[in-house]
């Protein structure tokens, strides 16, 4: 393995396997033609690992930081896991440039929208989360993944960085008064932060 952008890039396969499992996104049942936003996805390394397992999917790469969320980099991490692959990948990936208050992504169009150790870096979720109403299809689905905040740690980054950090519970009654329905909640005891997964779709009028 080594470092790329402040991301580790993983040369085997099984390597690879480990790291999807350890951010859960091996229990999410992508389908052909589905199309699927990350975000927070920094240099797009989940959506080209994803790839090597799953075809003909549009991925929609998103991110605040466009030091590493660009097209340049990304091209890279792509042509980096195709070698592991070793053929081309059938997967697009688009590459979007968000905001604390918009993910500038586009209305009604994804089937799946994940937020890995994202959320509680929002300065502004209510904002983001009203924003990604209008993207999800209606019976799109949002996949949140973090471990919990306790409640010092919650303070820190709140007083030194503005960001929101709201642990496990507050997070789950924010997003249903944002608009969306829980789906199913459960923890990830094998790895060693013991994230939660956290399923939404949202409310339809």
Sequence with gaps: MQPYDGYQMYGSK???IKILKDKCVDTIN????????????G?????????IFHDSLTFYIQDID????????????????QVINKK????????????????????????????????????NPQAIMTDLKQKL????????VNPNVDFETSK?????????ASPIEKEISDI???GFELIRFSRNYEDPENPYIIIFKKKNP
């Design 14 to 16: 099984e390597e690879i």
């Design 137 to 144: 299809k209606s019976d799109g689905l949002l996949y949140i």
């Design 176 to 178: 249903i008064e944002f």
């Design 88 to 123: 081309p990948f059938t997967n697009n990936f688009i590459v979007v440039a968000g905001s604390d208050d918009k993910t500038n992504l586009p209305d009604d169009t994804f089937d799946k929208v994940l937020m890995l150790w994202t959320y509680q870096y929002f300065i």
């Design 156 to 164: 820190e980054l709140t007083s030194q960085y503005g960001w929101n």
């Design 30 to 41: 992508f389908t052909k033609g589905d199309v699927i936003a990350d975000i927070g996805a």
């Design 66 to 81: 466009t030091s590493v969320c660009n097209q340049k980099t990304i091209n890279e991490v792509i042509s980096f896991y």
């Design 43 to 51: 240099n797009g390394s989940v959506e080209a690992m994803l790839s």
